[in-house]
């Protein structure tokens, strides 16, 4: 069974700076794909960003980037130039590629921005 | 944009109690999700729905049943509640057949079981 790992609880970055958050997940599969989601305090989960595993270029959206390890299975999030507005939880999520659509998530990363 | 509205953000039941947390999209979408949100277990799939009158179970069904008899609703019900089912309840939807969409949040039901 596929799993998702997001070894860091809790991070903390400083207002402008960048953070890394990291994410490893288990898989027999080849194609599939990589999701992180973003959910502000008391507020509704949206999509950051997202990465196809038979593209070997690292997906990138503004601010938002990710280093996609593919024989390491790994899928960290890169967040550059870091605003007050980035603060929430991070949720790392793995999709097999098929017709479901199932989602499996990681545990999460609750993100401070410090001003 | 998508929009998935859940019924309630906030909901205050009793041990015993039948509960319903409805879920609506406007989007067509086949697919419909139910989560439970625990601090520190992420999000885990309860049940999901890819057609009308069609459901699977997730990762932890028990104690859930769901019901979808329109396309763009998706009731989740618990038939008995009980104090551990005090959670965070998240729907979703999203388009079938194609991997890379992503799925459509609502706000969340905070339910909370006395």
């Known amino acids: 069974a596929q799993t998702v790992t997001q070894s860091q609880p809790e991070m903390s970055v400083q207002e402008a700076e960048t953070v890394t958050l990291s994410c490893t997940y288990d898989?027999?599969?080849?194609?599939?794909?990589l999701f992180w989601y973003k959910q502000p305090p008391s507020r509704q989960m949206i999509l950051v960003i997202r990465q196809e595993a038979y593209k070997q270029q690292n997906a990138t959206e503004n601010r938002f980037s990710v280093n996609f390890q593919k024989a390491a299975k790994s899928f960290s999030l890169k967040i550059s130039d870091s605003q007050l507005g980035d603060a929430a939880m991070y949720f790392c999520?793995?999709?097999?590629?098929?017709?479901?659509?199932?989602?499996?998530f990681g545990t999460g990363t609750l993100l401070a921005v410090q001003p | 944009d998508v929009k998935v509205t859940q019924s309630s953000r906030y909901l205050v039941k009793r041990t015993g109690e039948k509960v319903f947390l409805e879920c609506v999209q406007d989007m067509d979408h086949e697919n419909m999700f139910w989560y439970r949100q625990d601090p520190g277990l992420g999000l885990r799939l309860i049940y999901f729905?890819?057609?009308?009158?069609?459901?699977e179970k997730g990762d932890i069904p028990e104690g859930y049943s769901v019901s979808r008899e329109k396309k763009e609703r998706f009731s989740l019900i618990l038939e008995s509640a009980s104090t551990n089912q005090t959670s965070m309840y998240l729907c979703?939807?999203?388009?079938?057949?194609?991997?890379?969409?992503?799925?459509?949040f609502g706000d969340g039901t905070r339910l909370s079981i006395l």
């Open positions: 999520a793995y999709r097999k590629e098929g017709a479901t659509n199932k989602l499996i």
């Open positions: 729905s890819y057609d009308v009158k069609m459901k």
């Open positions: 898989t027999s599969e080849s194609d599939y794909y």
């Open positions: 979703a939807s999203s388009i079938a057949g194609v991997s890379d969409q992503p799925q459509h």
